[in-house]
């Protein structure tokens, strides 16, 4: 009888999708999925935090669904003063400070490291501006590197870690797996991405611009992935990639998290049905 896959799950960057990602890993778990590595960017980097840190589902659940998560990234900005003053202080400013999510974090997960999780260990994406490369944290302060790899550019200043600049792992990592394609330790990558359906399109300079900017990230993100799809292949690793689509959530319409969890669980369930269940 051959033994389980050692699996390894990246969850992708996707704003304020950290909710669909937490019903993902909520129900791969309670269907007996146990992997021995998560890794996350941006929004991915909280749900894979959480569920390393050894949440339970229904704590992990509580803490997304919650409005103190997001309104943590703007509770401790200085209105007007930063973003009138401090824009001036910094070459790569952001209009709000997310310094409080780092203590709303550590009020979840406690004063940890990163190192000291290792069932599963973790891996957090982050961009560092300072020396134009991806940062793929395995050490260092927990609470920290699940803020700054949310840090999406010019809506939040950078945060440092590890004395750099750092700013979302999204940029150029959605879905970070690189340092596991030569991980003699994994078999299988699941990799879950969240993607929002076509809307209609806008009629302003200001909403074109916006969509515009969406659209040639998530080309990136799609030739990526690609790509990384590729190399995993090539270095004997099976890759799956299960895909959850529903509307973007915003502090306008908080009750997409909710709905957003439970489209992430049947997206687990879909996965699981057709392809891990013959697995394990």
């Not at 501006?129 to 809506?155: I, K, N, Y």
Request: with cysteine; charged share 15%; net charge positive.
């Amino acid at each position: 009888m051959k033994n389980p896959p050692r699996i390894a799950i990246s969850l992708g960057a996707s704003f304020m999708g950290y909710a669909t990602h937490a019903g993902f890993m909520a129900r791969l778990h309670a269907l007996g999925v146990r992997p021995v590595a998560v890794a996350g960017s941006s929004a991915g980097a909280i749900t894979a935090g959480l569920y390393a840190a050894g949440l339970e589902t229904d704590a992990i659940r509580q803490a997304v669904l919650s409005p103190r998560l997001y309104l943590s990234f703007a509770s401790r900005t200085k209105w007007v003063w930063h973003q009138f003053v401090e824009v001036f202080r910094h070459l790569h400013p952001g209009f709000l400070n997310p310094i409080g999510a780092i203590g709303h974090f550590e009020s979840l997960v406690g004063r940890r490291g990163i190192e000291s999780l290792t069932q599963p260990r973790l891996m957090i994406a982050m961009s560092d501006l300072s020396r134009h490369e991806t940062l793929f944290a395995t050490q260092g302060p927990l609470a920290r590197a699940m803020a700054a790899s949310c840090c999406v550019p010019m809506l939040f200043s950078p945060l440092e870690f590890d004395g750099r600049h750092c700013t979302d792992g999204g940029v150029a990592h959605e879905l970070p797996v690189d340092p596991w394609l030569a991980d003699a330790g994994i078999d299988h990558l699941i990799l879950h991405r969240i993607t929002q359906p076509a809307g209609k399109p806008p009629l302003l300079l200001p909403g074109k611009l916006a969509a515009t900017i969406a659209a040639s990230h998530e080309f990136m993100g799609r030739q990526i992935l690609a790509d990384r799809m590729t190399l995993a292949r090539l270095h004997g690793k099976k890759i799956s990639v299960a895909t959850t689509t529903h509307p973007r959530p915003s502090p306008l319409f908080p009750g997409r998290l909710k709905s957003g969890y439970a489209l992430g669980e049947a997206t687990a369930q879909q996965l699981f049905d057709e392809e891990l269940a013959a697995l394990l």
